[in-house]
């Protein structure tokens, strides 16, 4: 059972569509993060949330943490085919020491 | 080049060789986490060292792994008589502090294919 659950899966979409990404957990996160993976590269950092409710905007990227630091979303505006990628979210579990726990991924591909 | 360091970038070897993956972390970072992804898969944590310690080694497997991270030199991840399904990329991350905030700063990885 994974601890976090990301949706969907794989993405292929149309430059300037918009999308969202989504990140589920059932337990309390203190924070979490965004990485975005390019093939043959390591993860690189996007954002980090840590209040419940808090909204980041990076460019078109706007993040959001949910409520209960629970869940996260990704949401993508007008998107380009810079932005195809592995999308990942990890979080560090409340009282969970230092370990960070990645979710499943999200494939996109923006095609032209 | 002040990123995390990670040789070799690629690794071939045998069922039953050994192979040594090895980490620099940035300048200044005391912090190193190594990490397992299959193909097309999230990453999975295996161990978390700081300068000559182990910190956190629940995702390791208890036979043929281990790591270190000297007080000189690179941190190490080690696997002994691999084994076709130790094939994957390996990631080394560090950090300047405990990463309780999550920010790791992740090097390009080492891809190990087992024969």
């Known amino acids: 059972t994974q601890l976090l659950e990301q949706?969907?899966?794989?993405?292929?979409?149309?430059?300037?569509?918009?999308l969202t990404v989504y990140c589920n957990?059932?337990?309390?996160?203190?924070?979490?993060?965004?990485?975005?993976?390019?093939?043959?590269?390591?993860?690189?950092?996007?954002?980090?949330?840590?209040?419940?409710?808090?909204v980041k905007k990076l460019k078109r990227l706007t993040f959001q943490f949910g409520d209960a630091r629970k869940d996260s979303s990704l949401h993508i505006t007008?998107?380009?085919?810079?932005d195809t990628g592995l999308y990942l979210c990890a979080g560090v579990l409340t009282g969970g020491g230092n370990k960070l726990?990645?979710?499943?991924?999200?494939?996109?591909?923006?095609?032209? | 080049n002040a990123g995390v360091m990670q040789n070799p970038r690629h690794l071939v070897r045998r069922r039953g060789q050994e192979a040594r993956l090895r980490c620099s972390p940035m300048k200044g970072h005391s912090h190193v986490y190594w990490y397992r992804q299959l193909p097309e898969e999230g990453l999975k944590f295996m161990v978390y060292l700081q300068k000559e310690n182990i910190i956190d080694e629940s995702g390791m497997p208890k036979e043929r792994f281990s790591a270190e991270f000297p007080?000189?030199?690179?941190?190490?991840?080690?696997?002994?008589?691999?084994?076709?399904?130790?094939?994957?990329?390996?990631?080394?991350?560090?950090?300047?502090?405990?990463?309780?905030?999550?920010?790791?700063?992740?090097?390009?990885g080492s891809r190990l294919t087992v024969l």
């Open chain 2, 71 to 108: 007080k000189e030199g690179p941190s190490i991840l080690r696997i002994q008589q691999v084994v076709r399904g130790d094939s994957a990329a390996y990631f080394c991350a560090s950090s300047p502090r405990t990463a309780n905030t999550g920010e790791l700063f992740f090097g390009e």
């Open chain 1, 101 to 112: 726990t990645f979710g499943t991924g999200t494939q996109l591909k923006v095609e032209l």
């Open chain 1, 25 to 54: 957990s059932s337990s309390v996160f203190s924070s979490l993060q965004w990485y975005r993976q390019e093939p043959g590269e390591g993860p690189v950092l996007l954002v980090t949330v840590v209040t419940g409710g808090e």
């Open chain 1, 78 to 82: 007008a998107a380009q085919p810079g």
């Open chain 1, 7 to 18: 949706s969907p899966q794989f993405l292929s979409i149309q430059e300037g569509e918009n």
